[in-house]
């Protein structure tokens, strides 16, 4: 079981940027897929990047490619999502997700494991 915690969300321009960090808990973190997921007012919960258990393979929303970038440490248990030239629909919670699984998963109910989630908001 892991345990996932969210950071580093925030208010900011559009045109700004963020970066987003999601920590877990325990020693298996490399042994987990890793996503970001982000849920707006009376929207679904929608994909937004996903990283292999290595950190190898990733794969992005086509609303965010070529702004944002997910890496991950797994020394020190963490995920980052870096949040360039945001735009005010980029405002919504974020959450990172956690799975023992070994392809990249972009629909949530492949999940097993939430966030509590971090709000980003975007001015124009």
């Known amino acids: 079981q892991v345990q996932l915690v969210e950071s580093g969300g925030g208010l900011v321009q559009a045109g700004g940027s963020l970066r987003l960090s999601c920590a877990a808990s325990?020693?298996?973190?490399?042994?987990?897929?890793m996503g970001w997921f982000r849920q707006a007012p009376g929207k679904e919960r929608e994909f937004v990047s996903a990283?292999?258990?290595?950190?190898?393979?990733?794969s992005y929303a086509d609303s965010v490619k070529g702004r944002f970038t997910i890496s991950r440490d797994n020394a020190k248990n963490t995920m980052y999502l870096q949040m360039n030239n945001l735009k005010p629909e980029d405002t919504a919670v974020y959450y990172c997700?956690?799975?023992?699984?070994?392809?990249?998963?972009?629909?949530?109910?492949?999940?097993?494991?939430w966030g509590q989630g971090t709000q980003v908001t975007v001015s124009s």
């Open positions: 990283i292999s258990r290595s950190g190898l393979r990733t």
């Open positions: 325990g020693r298996t973190f490399s042994s987990y897929g």
């Open positions: 997700a956690a799975d023992k699984t070994t392809i990249i998963l972009r629909a949530p109910g492949g999940y097993d494991y």
